[in-house]
């Protein structure tokens, strides 16, 4: 058994660390990873606008991106990111894009041996090697292939045809109109579609008139649903391949498609880092500071905020008090940030719940109606999100489709424990989770396991995370007291069977032990696994589990974060403050339940 006073001192020390990481206001805005396919994507939009006027920034996004190619020849989406062929052929892109050739000849060199191997010499092949990538799902191999065109990499015949002009439809139909897209990519379908639909043309005498008659229509929807900042979604790569694709577009513009470019513009220029790079996201801010408050209440010690009424203010005022333009999404949601571009969801949702619940003062059953309002509109908003199949999607109901559309076991276990928190005694009538908990048991892996829907794991196959999505259900059948389930058996069996041997947990067997990983484990651990020994001399698992962390906050390594998160379809990106905010949740939880009651060998 680890030392009470080392546990307790190592959670004061990751504590204080995450406290400390809060703005001026109170609240938690944390800093996302920069990013090669961010950057490439912006300097090539800034290039096609005007390469004179944004000279400057062009040099030094691919002075960065020169300075950051991997050993191997090829990039990866973060500075700690394995290559890929996605973004290793952006970058050779905008080398080529801006005839920066003969400025790096060495990257060049190193740079198509890497593509010769991974994606083969011809350009049909690098083509076909993008689109093997995605599958069905077009949302990110189109962008990438259109971009490719553009700098004459691949021809146009490889960049397949997107049906813009199903964006002229009315919002309530888009779920109907079964798009290759995801239901958050509706600028790429524009922008893309119609820049795909001029460098090719449609060759069909149906949908060749249809979309010469939407290119207007759908040019003023992109516009109307263009945030104030001027990023679509706060994504850079997003806005750069808007950018990019109406501004190769040589035709007299309308007042609309002029305006989307100019934002589009001004939020690039507004967002590179001092050394030349772009973020993948402006910030997470919401969901970060949601993630801080729960990890904190998870700890018992949310009386170590100096005073909870800012954070409460500031979390509701984030809450929509409109029907989003962006989506359609009724009032009541949360998005990931508080800037203008984000999106309601329904993992941000339940997370605000969750927060905003344990920031108030008073016990949940006391407390005027007035003032849980808020908590009853997300719970409302939550509820309605729910699919035919008895899961949670990410922001629309019924876009089943493509995978990042559909429901998600880790939405789903989330969504639970907040409608379970928002309506307690509505929650524990027959039935009323009946659905949700057959999505659940239909979900689980035959080892036990649960995939998550916005994170991975890139040492895993497949880039899978199954010890993240475990983690994240399991906490909802702990919440629901329903250890003794099948489910959630089968579950803590999994995840006490893929500890590494130093102690620690990766993304699955075998993967390399991360902090993130390690603490989700814990967390759900300590409430649900024996901690029975198999020798008295022996730390039970853990315990173990615990005494890495406790070493990895000594150490400082509770710091480093890892890229364990996806944006959009598998473009990875790590959160400077996720390693800090899941060991304090870990170790608050380990600090009440491992030192109240140290049990004997053989005792659980």
């Known amino acids: 058994m680890i030392p009470p006073e080392r546990l307790q001192s190592a959670y004061v020390t990751a504590r204080d660390a995450l406290l400390a990481e809060r703005v001026p206001a ?38 960065w991106l020169a300075d950051h190619q991997n050993e191997d020849g090829g990039w990866g989406d973060t500075t700690k990111s394995l290559s890929n062929i996605s973004t290793t052929m952006l970058v050779r892109a905008a080398l080529k894009m801006i005839a920066m050739d003969r400025d790096y000849p060495a990257a060049v060199e190193r740079v198509e041996a890497y593509l010769n191997v991974r994606g083969g010499r011809r350009p049909e092949q690098r083509a076909e090697a993008i689109r093997r990538r995605y599958g069905k799902d077009r949302t990110f191999s189109v962008p990438i292939l259109m971009t490719c065109a553009l700098a004459r990499m691949v021809p146009w015949k490889e960049v397949p045809r997107l049906p813009f002009e199903a964006a002229a439809l009315p919002q309530s139909w888009y779920r109907f109109a079964k798009m290759p897209v995801v239901s958050y990519a509706l600028p790429a379908l524009i922008a893309i579609g119609q820049c795909v639909h001029y460098h090719r043309g449609t060759l069909n005498p149906v949908t060749a008139p249809l979309r010469w008659l939407a290119k207007g229509r759908t040019l003023r929807v992109l516009r109307r649903i263009q945030p104030t900042s001027g990023g ?87 809450q929509y008090k409109q029907r989003h333009p962006y989506t359609g999404a009724d009032p009541g949601g949360w998005a990931w940030t508080d800037l203008p571009g984000g999106v309601p969801d329904c993992d941000d949702t339940p997370g605000a719940m969750l927060a905003v619940g344990s920031l108030m003062d008073t016990p949940r059953a006391r407390q005027e109606p007035s003032e849980t309002e808020p908590i009853q509109r997300g719970n409302h908003w939550v509820k309605g999100l729910q699919n035919r199949d008895g899961g949670f999607p990410t922001f629309c109901r019924g876009w089943g489709t493509l995978p990042f559309d559909r429901s998600g076991a880790d939405l789903t276990a989330h969504a639970l424990r907040a409608i379970a928190f928002a309506n307690p005694i509505w929650f524990k009538l027959p039935g009323r989770t009946d659905k949700s908990l057959s999505y659940l048991a239909k979900e689980q892996r035959p080892d036990g396991s649960w995939l998550p829907l916005w994170f991975g794991n890139q040492h895993a196959k497949d880039d899978i995370n199954p010890v993240y999505g475990t983690a994240r259900v399991l906490a909802a059948y702990r919440d629901l007291e329903m250890k003794e389930s099948p489910e959630c058996q089968r579950g803590v069996t999994y995840l006490m069977s893929v500890q590494n041997a130093d102690g620690g947990w990766g993304g699955d067997k075998d993967c390399p032990s991360s902090v993130e990983e390690t603490a989700l484990a814990v967390e759900v651990l300590i409430d649900l696994a024996s901690r029975e020994r198999q020798r008295p001399e022996e730390p039970s698992p853990v315990e173990r589990g615990v005494t890495w962390l406790v070493e990895a906050v000594e150490s400082g390594r509770f710091r480093d974060p890892s890229p364990i998160g996806f944006y959009f379809a598998k473009l990875w990106y790590f959160e400077k403050l996720y390693p800090l905010i899941f060991t304090v949740a870990a170790l608050g939880r380990a600090r009440q339940q491992l030192t109240s009651s140290a049990p004997a060998a053989g005792s659980a």
């Open 26 to 63: 109170g609240h938690w805005v944390g800093e996302l990873s920069t990013s090669a396919l961010s950057t490439a994507t912006a300097v090539m939009a800034l290039h096609l606008v005007n390469p004179f006027t944004h000279r400057e920034l062009i040099d030094a996004g691919m002075k």
């Open 232 to 318: 679509y979604l706060e994504a850079t790569p997003l806005t750069s391949f808007v950018v990019m694709a109406l501004s190769s577009i040589r035709r007299r513009r309308s007042a609309a498609e002029q305006q989307v470019i100019d934002e589009g513009v001004r939020f690039l220029v507004e967002s590179v880092r001092p050394d030349g790079s772009w973020l993948i996201d402006t910030n997470l801010a919401t969901w970060v500071t949601t993630l801080s408050v729960n990890a904190l209440a998870a700890a018992g010690d949310l009386d170590s905020l100096d005073t909870k009424e800012p954070i409460l203010a500031w979390l509701l005022g984030q």
